[in-house]
Nanobody, 122 residues
Framework: QVHLVESGGGLVQAGESLRLSCAVS????????RGWFRQAPGKEREFVSA????????YYADSVKGRFTISKDNARNIVYLQMNNLKPEDTAVYYC???????????????WGQGTQVTVSS
């Protein structure tokens, strides 16, 4: 069984930074990707970022390019999302995800964490 547990959310002011972590327990497929989606109140879940677990290839939504950086620690089975220069529109629940059959579509991911709240005040 695979479990994903996020941490690192919180309340910050615009321009500040946060780092989210996602610890993964259990085994996923060899060609796994892991990443992050977010959902703001009244909006659909949207892709934020993902990374190839084997090759380290990163993927980013246009809205976060240049501000967010995804990274991984294969030995500890953790994926990180460093979020810099946060904006009020980044406010959302952030979900860690794993094992998709395609990177950008939320319904494609087999495993989801419980989510962590990120709130950015102006």
């Amino acid at each position: 069984q695979v479990h994903l547990v996020e941490s690192g959310g919180g309340l910050v002011q615009a321009g500040e930074s946060l780092r989210l972590s996602c610890a993964v327990s259990g085994s996923t497929s060899k060609n796994d990707h892991r990443g992050w989606f977010r959902q703001a109140p009244g909006k659909e879940r949207e892709f934020v970022s993902a990374i190839s677990w084997t090759y380290g290839t990163p993927y980013y939504a246009d809205s976060v390019k240049g501000r967010f950086t995804i990274s991984k620690d294969n030995a500890r089975n953790i994926v990180y999302l460093q979020m810099n220069n946060l904006k009020p529109e980044d406010t959302a629940v952030y979900y860690c995800v794993a094992e998709p059959h395609t990177v950008y579509i939320p319904g494609a991911y087999k495993y989801w964490g419980q989510g962590t709240q990120v709130t950015v005040s102006s």
